[in-house]
Every structure is written in structure tokens, then in C-alpha cells.
């Protein structure tokens, strides 16, 4: 065979002969490397980005290519891996229940699942019996050999077997006239395009966590499938980290503590996504919206306000009703012309930029608001106020010439990154989102004003040294993003602030302005949401502080308990000093007993307890528990206290001391 040419991530190139496996080629260079290798990545010579395609190490390589051999270091690994603990999870099935059809194993972000078909029912018993073979195939390190039959053979030998899915898969994803790719792991036969690992041996930490129903192919009225979730890791120390982490997410949900702090609802009445605030939840949003619209003044921007619904006409100029109506809700039909609620504020903010001619002079243009929007979310994609329905955007559009542009995204970037330390978030990831210019129907605009937007995105993140991921063909449809990911107590990332560029919407409507040289010039245009939308936000903080908030956060930041009626008096008069300095004070006075009030005030998270009877009111003293400390912290006199709370309100930090 003659030889062909395979290039290393290093740039050196090595001659092998044609049909040389990345398996031969891990060994040649280490047997160590060959050993830790999972699976490898193969693009053509002449490509110029780090585009490839995945395959098994034992695919002959019949061409000139760059090769990448992949192990546990490399992110891309860990799908392959995930995706052969599906097929793992499926031999283990068939081997203890035989009459079970297959639906189909993907990986997901956190583990995998299958699809089974079966009569009677999993049950948790079932699962150790599952995760129990599991270990008994991973013992005998099963290969993942890969098989090739004609196509119709293949149809046939299913067809016999009564697995109708997989017959399904064949004759949506393959052709009549090639052959059809098959997995072998012991016994279990899977349709599947690959890739995998080598063998089952290679699965060290894996654990099955749920079983959930699921229609086939997701369709009402078709056959009813048992979906049994899994997890796998590398090594059993990162599994137990992350189920650690799993108990630690359920503790901290935004809906259990949302019910038990009494901050939010939502009404099965009004329907779902629809958020009700309860007077707790209230006072939060209350401090949040007042220190941005704070920011917004100090930052240049004016604030305003637009209304809830427009005319259909409106979405079609802005491109909405063509490329997002499906996000919608329908249209309302009024006496002249039809209507819908606005999903996104940016055509109402245009249309006050234009309301008047603008000057050079007069830009950047900044407009602010906490605007409500209405989308149409799906019932089965809605979580609490993760996903909702109608929802309050903290909004912002800049309008400026092309010379100012890079300095408004620093500007916008400036901005999420002071709201992410004003809340108490310190690690964050950036990602930039582009467009795919081999998908030009999804996207508005040329691509000389992609390159544009996308360089001065890139330009303004370098100039501030943040580094970011390029992610392309994730672009909003009218201008490409950039997205700053906070990551929370418990090391989980949430998609909160956007800004994004946009060269098309000013085109759509005509927005113009006077240059220095007395032409009219069109406007660039810049997008910005900071919390994402309050909502989604305040679900982030109190999962992030599992409800116990920072102090000037906190709906009630003290809660006085006086031992006796006759101590109410004084209690009150703490109170006041409290109050004077802004403090939120709760007086409890009810005929209850004193231990029973502070435990009530302790598991609603309230940051300060203050006891105040005899001896406290005699030497003007409080005695103080904080929150999260198992004994009193003791008395201290109420002008020190007064004066610590002030201060712990306007640092805006975490911690009580």
C-alpha cells in the first residue's frame, strides 16, 4: 500500500501506510499514549480550523490527514465515552430482560439515557440489578467492534428480532444502496454511526439515577418508552463530586425555597411561565431594579418605557414575524389591525431613536428599561423562573456611529462584569457567539457586516484581556453576541448577560443621523441585557445563596424578638434606629414562645435576631444571633449595631461581619 501523510497537533508529520489505524499510530509514538487514547479526531490535510470528524481508534485511515489523538484530557472525549455507557446500559438491559426493544442511547450534558421498550415496568431494584451487570460486562472488557452489513440485511435481521425503532433509525438516516454501521458489545448488537471507546473496560465510575417515561420519537399517541437515566466519569472521585454536587442543586432549588421563604408562586389558574412576586420576592426585586436603574444614570443611559403589545406590521419591519414568530404568542385581532405581545423590546426602543433626528452630537444614544416580554415557551421547556413565559428584561439599546462602537461594547462588558460583583458572583466564563455563513437563511445582513460586527466584538474583549470561546453559528439572526456565563456557589454556569451587535434592525427601520459632514449616516446598534431578565436572575440568586441572601438583599435584614409583652416597647424603639438608617425590621410581638420565634426567623433565613428584654433594654444592649452561627453571638450596644447594619447595606457584601 503506498504511504500517506498524518500531521500531529505538534506539526510533525509521519508517513504510514495507507489504512494505518490512529491506534497504530498512538502506540508508535508511546505506549502510554496508546493506553490513555479513547478516540481519535481526523480532519483533512489542507484544513485550515479545527473542524474533524470523531472515529474510532481502530478506523483504517485511507488518506492524508490531520490526526488528534484524544484521551480523558480532551473535553470532545467525554461524549464518546458517555455515549458507550448508553450502549453499556443497553447490553446490560438485554441481558437480564431479553424481551426489551431499543429505542436509542445518546449522550447528554451530564450523562446519558436510553430508550427501552418493555411491558412491565423498571423499578429501583431494577436499577442496582442494571448497574450490577453493567460492572459484570465492564469486568470482562468487552470491545466495541464495529460492523458493517448491507443495508436491506440489516432492516431484515431487526425486522425478525421485533425491534421496530431501530428499523425506524435505518431508513431515516441511511440510504438503500450503503451499508449500514453496527456496534457489537458482547451479545448486544446496536445500530449506531459510532464513534466509541475501545472496550467496556475503559468505564470505571458510572451510575444509573432515574427511570422517566417517554413517547416514541416524542409523539403523543405512539408507544409509551421507559427512559432509564444515567451518569458516567472517568474516575469515581469526579462521579462522587458531581452527585455531591446533584444533592447539593436539590437543596439549593429556587422552587422549594421559593415556597418556603414565601417569595414567588405561580398560579395553576393564570397558567404556566406566569410569575406571581409575593411581598418577600418583592422587596428583593425592589433592590435589584433600583441599583440598575442607579447604574443606567450613572452609566449615561436615560430610562424609559414602551408598551406591552404593537401592530403585526411592526414585526414584520423588525424581522420578528419572520424569523421568531414561532416564539410568539398569536396574534390578537382589535378593531384595526391585528396585535401581539412584544417578545423582545428592541423595536420599541427604535422607534423612540427615531422619533427625531438625531446629530452625531448627540451619540451614543443609551436607552434603558426593565421591560415585560411575553414568548411562547413550551410546556415541557418552563422551570420556575428559569423559563417562563412572561418576563421582565432588564433592556438596553445603544445607538452610535462605527468610531464608537468598540468603546460601547467595553462599556456594556464593564457594566455585566460590575453586576456580577455587586451580586456576589467571582468566577465567570465568556463566550462570542458568530454566525454560520453556510447557513446565510438564518441570518439577516452581508457578510462584510458579519466580519465587522464579529471583529469589533473580538477587539473589545482582547482590549479588556478577557478570555472568551468563539462559538460559531450560535449568533442571534440579526448580529452576533457575546455572552458572560456567572458561575455559582456550586460551580455551575447560567447564561445571564448578552450583548449583542446589531447592524441590521437601524437598516430595517432607516434609523439615520447627521454626520460632521452634514450626510446622513445610519447608526450601529448594540443589545444589552445585564441579569438576563429579573426573573431568571432572582432564580439564579437564590439557588446561588440557597435563600440565605446578603444583607441588602435580604426582605427582612433584622427580626427583633422581645422576651416578654413589656419588652415590645423597646423592641420597637430598636426598631426605629434601624429604620432611620433604611433597614427592613420585623417586631415579632405574637404570644408565642421565644424559642419557637427565633427558630421561625432561623429557617426563613433572616441574616439578624435580636433578643431584647430586661437586661438589654436597661443598658440600651442587644443581644445578637447571626444567621448561620449555632451559638448567640452576645450583646453589643444598639448605636453599634445600628452602625455595623449601615455599613454591611452599603459595602453590598456577603458576609455579616
Not at 432611620?580 to 420565634?597: H, Q, T
Amino acid at each position: 500500500m503506498p504511504d500517506i501523510k498524518i500531521q500531529l497537533p505538534d506539526g510533525s508529520v509521519k508517513e504510514v501506510p495507507q489504512g494505518t489505524t490512529a491506534l497504530d499510530i498512538a502506540r508508535s509514538i508511546s505506549p502510554r499514549l496508546a493506553d490513555a487514547a479513547l478516540v481519535a479526531k481526523i480532519a483533512p490535510l489542507d484544513s485550515s480550523n479545527g473542524d474533524g470528524d470523531l472515529v474510532d481508534l481502530t478506523k483504517p485511515i485511507e488518506q492524508d490527514a490531520k490526526l488528534r489523538i484524544l484521551t480523558e484530557k480532551d473535553p470532545e472525549s467525554l461524549e464518546v465515552f458517555r455515549h458507550s455507557s448508553a450502549h453499556l446500559l443497553a447490553a446490560a438491559v438485554l441481558e437480564l430482560f431479553p424481551e426489551t426493544k431499543l429505542g436509542h442511547g445518546p449522550s447528554t450534558e451530564t450523562g446519558f439515557f436510553y430508550d427501552f421498550l418493555r411491558e412491565t415496568a423498571f423499578t429501583p431494584e431494577d436499577l442496582l440489578k442494571i448497574e450490577a451487570k453493567m460492572q459484570e460486562i465492564v469486568q470482562r472488557d468487552e470491545p466495541y467492534a464495529r460492523e458493517w452489513l448491507p443495508r436491506d440485511q440489516g432492516l431484515n435481521q431487526f425486522k425478525t428480532e421485533g425491534d421496530f425503532m431501530k428499523c425506524h433509525f435505518i431508513e431515516q438516516f441511511t440510504a438503500a444502496d450503503e451499508k449500514i454501521s453496527l456496534y457489537r458489545t458482547g451479545k448486544f448488537v446496536d445500530f449506531c454511526r459510532g464513534p466509541h471507546i475501545p472496550s467496556t473496560g475503559r468505564i470505571k465510575a458510572f451510575k444509573l439515577l432515574n427511570i422517566a417515561g417517554a413517547y416514541w420519537l416524542g409523539k403523543e399517541g405512539n408507544p409509551q418508552l421507559q427512559r432509564i437515566y444515567g451518569t458516567s466519569f472517568y474516575s469515581k472521585k469526579a462521579m462522587d463530586e458531581w452527585l455531591k454536587q446533584q444533592e447539593e442543586a436539590k437543596r439549593r432549588d429556587h422552587r422549594v425555597l421559593g415556597k418556603q421563604l414565601d417569595l414567588f408562586s405561580i398560579q395553576d389558574l393564570a397558567g404556566p411561565g406566569l410569575i406571581f412576586w409575593h411581598p418577600k420576592g418583592g422587596i428583593i426585586r425592589k433592590v435589584m431594579e433600583d441599583w440598575l436603574r442607579e447604574e443606567y444614570l450613572k452609566r449615561g443611559y436615560s430610562l424609559v418605557y414602551t408598551p406591552h403589545v404593537a401592530r403585526v406590521d411592526l414585526w414584520k419591519t423588525s424581522g420578528h414575524e419572520g424569523y421568531y414568530s414561532q416564539n410568539m404568542f398569536t396574534p390578537m385581532e382589535l378593531d384595526d389591525a391585528d396585535y401581539r405581545m412584544k417578545p423582545m423590546n428592541c423595536p420599541f426602543h427604535i422607534l423612540i431613536y427615531k422619533d427625531q433626528l438625531r446629530s452625531y452630537r448627540d451619540l451614543p444614544v443609551r436607552l434603558g428599561e426593565l421591560g415585560t416580554v411575553y414568548r411562547y415557551e413550551r410546556s415541557g421547556v418552563m422551570h420556575g423562573l428559569l423559563r417562563v413565559r412572561g418576563f421582565t428584561q432588564d433592556d438596553a439599546h445603544i445607538f452610535c456611529t462605527p468610531e464608537q462602537i468598540e468603546d460601547e461594547v467595553i462599556g456594556c462588558i464593564d457594566f455585566a462584569l460590575a453586576v456580577l460583583n455587586t451580586f456576589g458572583f467571582e468566577q465567570y466564563q465568556v463566550e462570542l457567539s458568530g454566525w454560520d455563513p453556510n447557513d446565510r437563511k438564518s441570518y439577516i445582513g452581508t457578510e462584510e457586516q458579519w466580519e465587522l460586527a464579529q471583529k469589533s466584538l473580538k477587539s473589545a474583549l482582547e482590549r479588556r484581556n478577557i478570555p472568551y470561546k468563539f462559538i460559531p453559528g450560535e449568533a442571534a439572526f440579526y448580529g452576533p453576541k457575546i455572552d458572560v456565563k456567572l458561575v455559582d456557589a456550586i460551580g455551575r454556569l447560567w447564561q445571564l448577560s448578552t450583548v449583542q451587535f446589531d447592524f441590521t434592525l437601524p437598516e430595517r427601520f432607516g434609523l439615520e443621523y447627521v454626520g460632521e459632514d452634514g450626510q446622513r449616516h445610519q447608526p450601529l446598534m448594540v443589545h444589552r441585557a445585564l441579569y438576563g431578565s429579573v426573573e431568571r436572575f432572582f432564580g439564579v440568586l437564590i439557588e446561588h445563596y440557597a435563600g440565605a441572601f446578603p444583607l441588602w438583599l435580604s426582605p427582612t435584614q433584622v427580626a427583633i424578638v422581645p422576651i416578654s409583652e413589656r419588652h415590645i416597647e423597646y423592641a420597637n424603639k430598636v426598631a426605629d434606629a434601624l429604620k432611620a438608617i433604611g433597614a427592613r425590621v420585623a417586631v415579632d410581638g405574637r404570644n408565642e414562645k421565644m424559642n419557637a420565634k427565633i427558630r421561625e426567623h432561623a429557617l426563613q433565613k433572616v441574616p439578624f435576631i435580636l433578643i431584647v428584654g430586661d437586661k438589654e433594654a436597661e443598658a440600651n444592649q442587644v443581644n445578637v444571633r447571626v444567621r448561620g452561627q449555632e451559638k448567640a453571638e452576645g450583646t453589643m450596644n444598639t448605636s453599634d449595631f445600628v452602625a455595623r447594619v449601615k455599613r454591611l447595606i452599603d459595602e453590598k457584601g456577603v458576609k455579616l461581619d
